[in-house]
T-cell receptor, first 113, second 112 residues
C-alpha cells in the first residue's frame, strides 16, 4: 500500500508571509499523480494543485506552487502572500493510475492577521 | 462547472431510523465516491462506483447501502446506524477512476 506522510499537524503564518507545507510518500511506482487539497472550516474540499510524476516542471497555480522531488519522494506546497482565506486543513494525496487516492493525515494551517 | 451537490446538509437520526443521503454531479464524470470523515482527519473511502457499477467496497458495514441510479446520481442509504457513525459524509466524482476528484460540501450526520 502507498503511504503519505504529513509531518506537520499544525502550522501558522503571518498574513502576507510565505509558508511551506511538507508531504512525503512511499511508492515503488514510476507513474502517479500528487495533489494538494484544501478544506476550509466550511468543510468543502477544494483541489489546490496537481502534479504528474512524469513532469519535471513544478506545478504552479497563482500563489500556490509545489516543490516536487521525485527521487526524494517529496511533494511540498508553498503558499506565497498568505491570506486569511488560506486558513484550512491541507491534505496531500497520492494517486496511482487505476487505483484509489491515499490521503495524508493533514496539516492545519492558520493565517494570523 | 465543477460542482458536486449533496443533500441534506445536516441530518440527525435515531438508531432505528432509515434515511438517505444524495449526491449529484453534472460534469459528465463516470466515477463517484462516498467518503466518511471525522473531525481533523482525512477522508476514509467507503465506496467507489465506476460507470454506475460498484467497483470498491472498503469493508463497510451493511447498515450503509450505496446506490447509483444513473451516471449523475449517487445515494447512500442508512439504516440502524450507531452513534460512532456520526461524521461528515463526503461525495466526490472524477472523470473516470484515477483522475482528480471533485468533492461536494458534505452531509453532517449525527446519530442519536
Amino acid at each position: 500500500a502507498q503511504t503519505v506522510t504529513q509531518s506537520q499537524p499544525e502550522m501558522s503564518v503571518q498574513e502576507a508571509e510565505t509558508v511551506t507545507l511538507s508531504c512525503t510518500y512511499d511508492t515503488s511506482e514510476n507513474n502517479y499523480y500528487l495533489f494538494w487539497y484544501k478544506q476550509p472550516p466550511s468543510r468543502q474540499m477544494i483541489l489546490v494543485i496537481r502534479q504528474e510524476a512524469y513532469k519535471q516542471q513544478n506545478a504552479t497555480e497563482n500563489r500556490f506552487s509545489v516543490n516536487f522531488q521525485k527521487a526524494a519522494k517529496s511533494f511540498s506546497l508553498k503558499i506565497s502572500d498568505s491570506q486569511l482565506g488560506d486558513t484550512a486543513m491541507y491534505f496531500c494525496a497520492f494517486l496511482k493510475t487505476g487505483n484509489q487516492f491515499y490521503f495524508g493525515t493533514g496539516t492545519s494551517l492558520t493565517v494570523i492577521p | 462547472d465543477t460542482e458536486v451537490t449533496q443533500t441534506p446538509k445536516h441530518l440527525v437520526m435515531g438508531m432505528t431510523n432509515k434515511k438517505s443521503l444524495k449526491c449529484e454531479q453534472h460534469m459528465g464524470h463516470r466515477a463517484m465516491y462516498w467518503y466518511k470523515q471525522k473531525a481533523k482527519k482525512p477522508p476514509e473511502l467507503m465506496f467507489v462506483y465506476s460507470y454506475e457499477k460498484l467497483s470498491i467496497n472498503e469493508s463497510v458495514p451493511s447498515r450503509f447501502s450505496p446506490e447509483c441510479p444513473n451516471s449523475s446520481l449517487l445515494n447512500l442509504h442508512l439504516h440502524a446506524l450507531q452513534p460512532e457513525d456520526s461524521a461528515l459524509y463526503l461525495c466526490a466524482s472524477s472523470q473516470v477512476r484515477a483522475y482528480e476528484q471533485y468533492f461536494g460540501p458534505g452531509t453532517r450526520l449525527t446519530v442519536t
